[in-house]
């Protein structure tokens, strides 16, 4: 059975970091492109980052980019997002998600499995 479980989430004050977390489990991580998405209520699902270690590619929204850093670990099946000089537009749930690479206008349509989600909330 496929799952993703995401945590890291909290509280963290604009400036702040947070490590987010997802591990998967009923497939190997290299098989599929792995990616971040956060959604707020009322906005679409817009996608932060994605990793592919088949292709050797990476995505980084430009709201993200030189602040957020994702990476992957295939001998634990976690991939991480690392967040750094957080803001408050970033506040947001944020959703791991596998599938396959497309492009990033259409991410989300390549994605087949999803997790949960954890929230992150930037305040001070």
Not at 111 to 117: I, N
Request: charged share 15%.
């Amino acid at each position: 059975q496929v799952q993703l479980v995401e945590s890291g989430g909290g509280l963290v004050q604009p400036g702040g970091s947070l490590r987010l977390s997802c591990v998967a489990s009923g497939f190997r991580l290299g098989l599929y492109a792995m990616c971040w998405f956060r959604q707020v209520p009322g906005k679409e699902r817009e996608p932060v980052s994605c990793i592919s270690s088949s292709i050797n590619l990476t995505y980084y929204a430009d709201s993200v980019k030189g602040r957020f850093t994702i990476s992957a670990d295939n001998a634990k099946n976690t991939v991480y997002l690392q967040m750094n000089s957080l803001k408050s537009e970033d506040t947001s749930e944020y959703y791991c998600a596998a599938g396959s690479w497309y492009p990033p206008e259409s991410l989300r349509y390549g994605m087949v499995y999803w997790g949960e989600g954890t929230l992150v909330t930037v305040t001070s």
